[in-house]
T-cell receptor
Framework: AQSVTQLDSQVPVFEEAPVELRCNYS??????LFWYVQYPNQGLQLLLK??????LVKGINGFEAEFNKSQTSFHLRKPSVHISDTAEYFC?????????????FGSGTRLSIRP | NAGVTQTPKFRVLKTGQSMTLLCAQD?????MYWYRQDPGMGLRLIHY???????AKGEVPDGYNVSRLKKQNFLLGLESAAPSQTSVYFC?????????FGPGTRLTVL
């Protein structure tokens, strides 16, 4: 079975500062990893995904994440945040090749941007 | 191309009432899902379907039923609503490697 831990429930940062949202996972098999963003009163939207290949994955809105197999981590980063990045971010994992039928979500990290 | 749509957007029920949430997708995806989202708990899978006519239980199936009579639709039913079912419900559909989410239904059970 897989599990996901998002280490921070809330992350406050100042506008234009860098940010890192942490995600660790547990799995006995190879995995696919995802970051989703949820803006207020909306559904989830895919930011980026790691399926295979390069461990540095670039997503939308200037976000990127690095898959680290030895540390079982998939941290999300952005070098300079904007007010519009205020949202909740979810890390998710599924067994590789599983057709996404068993995606497990973390509990979410609420990113708040201060002007 | 509307993606994944959900109806209704909001609903208030009294304990013991029943209702059905409708999810529709126009991407020809085989897989569809129902999740509930509660504060601090992320998304929890209620039921899912791997194709027309099939359904399977997820992490928190009790108190809910589902049907997938048509490939594009996935219905979530509450036969006798309870206050513990107050939540935001999300539908999703997928192809291998990614899920697409609807905008959600906010349900309050009094």
């Amino acid at each position: 079975a897989q599990s996901v831990t998002q280490l921070d429930s809330q992350v406050p940062v100042f506008e234009e500062a860098p940010v890192e949202l942490r995600c660790n996972y547990s799995s006995s098999v190879s995995v696919y990893l995802f970051w989703y963003v949820q803006y207020p009163n909306q559904g989830l939207q895919l930011l980026l995904k790691y399926l295979s290949g390069s461990t540095l994955v670039k997503g939308i809105n200037g976000f990127e994440a690095e898959f680290n197999k030895s540390q079982t981590s998939f941290h999300l980063r952005k070098p300079s945040v904007h007010i519009s990045d205020t949202a909740e971010y979810f890390c998710a994992v599924t067994p590789a090749g599983s057709s996404a039928s068993k995606i497990i979500f973390g509990s979410g990290t609420r990113l708040s941007i201060r002007p | 191309n509307a993606g994944v749509t959900q109806t209704p957007k909001f609903r208030v029920l009294k304990t013991g009432q029943s209702m059905t949430l409708l999810c529709a997708q126009d991407m020809n995806h085989e897989y569809m899902y129902w999740y509930r989202q509660d504060p601090g708990m992320g998304l929890r899978l209620i039921h899912y379907s791997v194709g027309e006519g099939t359904t399977a239980k997820g992490e928190v199936p009790d108190g809910y039923n589902v049907s997938r009579l048509k490939k594009q639709n996935f219905l979530l039913g509450l036969e006798s609503a309870a206050p513990s079912q107050t939540s935001v419900y999300f539908c999703a559909s997928s192809y291998p490697g990614e899920q697409f989410f609807g905008p959600g239904t906010r349900l309050t059970v009094l």
